[in-house]
Nanobody, 114 residues
Framework: QVQFVESGGGLVQAGGSLRLSCVASGFAFSAYVMGWYRQAPGKQRELVAFINTGTATTYSAFVQGRFTISRDSAKNTVYLQMNSLKPEDTAVYYC????????WGQGTQVTVST
């Protein structure tokens, strides 16, 4: 069955960096557009960035220039390098295909302190 296992989150000070990883299984990873999403407390889940089956990437305005998405199809893994983190980036981060499957992993918590 479809599985997403996210990791790499943590507590970081504003201006710091984190690198998230997501290992996917149960579907033909290399054939899908992959995305990172996030959900902050009390807010709806939102799309952060996505990468097509090659290397073309798209970013939401609120992370443009700070975050970089990449993928390694040999490892069924998608990454999110997050630099210049801000307190408003605090959220649980998830990966999924785009458009998303109904199934979601547990996500990884990112907390950015002031």
């Amino acid at each position: 069955q479809v599985q997403f296992v996210e990791s790499g989150g943590g507590l970081v000070q504003a201006g710091g960096s984190l690198r998230l990883s997501c290992v996917a299984s149960g579907f033909a990873f290399s054939a899908y557009v992959m995305g990172w999403y996030r959900q902050a407390p009390g807010k709806q889940r939102e799309l952060v960035a996505f990468i097509n089956t090659g290397t073309a990437t798209t970013y939401s305005a609120f992370v443009q220039g700070r975050f970089t998405i990449s993928r390694d199809s040999a490892k069924n893994t998608v990454y999110l390098q997050m630099n210049s983190l801000k307190p408003e980036d605090t959220a649980v981060y998830y990966c999924n295909v785009r458009p998303a499957f109904n199934y979601w992993g547990q996500g990884t918590q990112v907390t950015v302190s002031t």
